[in-house]
């Protein structure tokens, strides 16, 4: 038997390394001016589209099947639509010069018709609005810096400086109505409207018992009907505002609580409130019935008239006692808040019965010193200090 002997040749087969795969992808991209094609095989492609308008990047990434030309129409009419919507945005998003708004009058109207959230002191924003009416909404900035400083230098009715407080005051008006109307596209976007407060001290007043006794000796033979929204106020934290517009409807003599209902409050919610126990009976029967507000006067006529702003009586009640002091109506939401942090009760429920957002009382009333300065007495009485 003749054996066959058959000669096998060993074919090599060489694959591209993944550089060279690379490279030779590279070399089938298809880059035009706003888009590149990677094909994925034979007939797919990965559509990637950009374009930028006013330094914004519009985008469009898309798998194509088709032909090599076809993927490159396809692209290109991708751009237009990317294009064409940047457009639609410019022209929806920012209206054109004719209807932009062109004072600061204007833009004040425009904010007192669409802000739903209005300031609790409106007296401000008159002001602001009497001083800059015919200025153009984008040199507000500069205008109001150089009234800022006018009063800087200028002396109130009363013979005082203006306090950081008040030129704050306007700085916050001036600021929340350009910014209001930059948020509603209806000035240019790059109207600038950013001015540095003035630095302010807290009111760090010292108030005894002593002094609220003498205050209110003065209240009783000087203004008696401030007398129950002094004694009010001294035993609830409240803020003035809130006791003025305070209406008798909102009392509840059987829960003993009285209700600052949202639209009068400065936190935009409405604030529950006890009452002391000294003025259940002013509550319950000494509010007339011909009068919707909890606190009320008798004025010259003999009518009752609700309770307005009382500076002026407020400030003499205070001359009169002799303290010494400016004590101010807003002391006493300070002074009652502390004797409630003093007497134990949790700084959460101060807070909600206050209306405030934040813990103003470890801040403020330095409640963390208040107990260090106790624990520092009981230390020295044991002779540990």
Same mark, same amino acid.
């Given at each position: 038997m003749m054996a066959v002997a058959t000669n096998r040749s060993c074919q090599v087969l060489s694959f591209p390394s993944?550089?060279?795969?690379?490279?030779? %992808?590279?070399?089938?991209?298809?880059?035009?001016?706003?888009?590149?094609?990677?094909?994925?095989?034979?007939?797919?492609?990965r559509i990637k589209c950009?374009?930028?308008?006013?330094?914004?990047?519009?985008?469009? %990434?898309? #798998?194509? =099947?088709? #032909?090599?030309?076809?993927?490159?129409?396809?692209?290109?009419?991708?751009?237009?639509?990317?294009?064409?919507?940047?457009?639609?945005?410019?022209?929806s998003g920012h209206p054109s010069s004719l209807t932009l708004l062109k004072t600061f009058g204007e833009g004040v109207q425009f904010y007192k018709e669409n802000d739903k959230k209005w300031f609790s002191n409106k007296c401000h924003l008159d002001r602001v609005e009497r001083e800059f009416k015919d200025t153009p909404i984008d040199q507000v900035q500069e205008a109001c810096k150089s009234f800022l400083k006018l009063l800087e230098d200028t002396f109130t009715s009363r013979g005082d400086v203006y306090s950081p407080h008040t030129l704050n005051r306007y700085i916050e008006r001036v600021c929340r109505v350009v910014n209001f109307c930059k948020e509603e596209k209806q000035i240019p976007p790059n109207t600038q409207c950013s001015i540095k407060k003035y630095p302010v001290e807290p009111r760090d007043i010292d108030i005894s018992e002593?002094?609220? #006794?003498?205050?209110?000796?003065?209240i009783r033979e000087h203004r008696p009907y401030l007398l129950p929204i002094a004694e009010f106020a001294v035993k609830v934290p409240s803020r003035?505002?809130?006791?003025?517009?305070?209406?008798?409807?909102?009392?509840?003599?059987?829960?003993?609580?009285?209700?600052?209902?949202?639209?009068? =409050?400065?936190?935009?919610?409405?604030?529950?409130?006890?009452?002391?126990?000294?003025?259940?009976?002013?509550?319950?029967?000494e509010i007339p019935d011909n009068i919707k507000s909890?606190?009320?006067?008798?004025?010259?006529?003999?009518?009752?008239?609700?309770?307005?702003?009382?500076?002026?009586?407020w400030r003499y009640c205070v001359e009169m006692s002799g303290i010494g002091k400016d004590i101010r109506f807003h002391d006493l939401r300070h002074y009652s808040s502390t004797r409630?942090?003093?007497?134990?009760?949790?700084?959460? %429920?101060?807070?909600?019965?206050?209306?405030?957002k934040?813990?103003?009382?470890? #801040?403020?009333?330095?409640k963390d010193s208040i107990?260090? =300065?106790?624990?520092?007495?009981?230390?020295?009485?044991e002779g540990k200090l």
């Open positions: 993944p550089v060279d795969r690379s490279k030779q %992808q590279e070399k089938q991209m298809i880059k035009g001016l706003n888009y590149t094609i990677e094909p994925i095989n034979n007939e797919t492609f950009q374009i930028k308008r006013n330094g914004e990047p519009y985008r469009k %990434q898309e #798998t194509f =099947s088709g #032909t090599r030309n076809k993927a490159i129409r396809r692209a290109e009419e991708i751009v237009r639509d990317l294009m064409d919507e940047a457009e639609r945005i410019e022209t002593e002094d609220i #006794t003498a205050l209110f000796a003065s003035l505002g809130e006791l003025l517009k305070l209406e008798k409807g909102s009392v509840s003599p059987n829960d003993e609580t009285v209700r600052i209902k949202a639209k009068n =409050s400065k936190n935009r919610k409405g604030v529950t409130k006890p009452i002391p126990p000294n003025l259940h009976g002013y509550f319950s029967n909890a606190f009320f006067r008798v004025d010259r006529n003999g009518d009752t008239v609700p309770l307005k702003r009382f500076t002026k009586a409630m942090v003093n007497s134990g009760i949790p700084e959460r %429920q101060i807070m909600d019965i206050a209306g405030w934040t813990p103003m009382l470890s #801040t403020y009333f330095h107990e260090a =300065s106790k624990n520092a007495v009981r230390l020295m009485k």
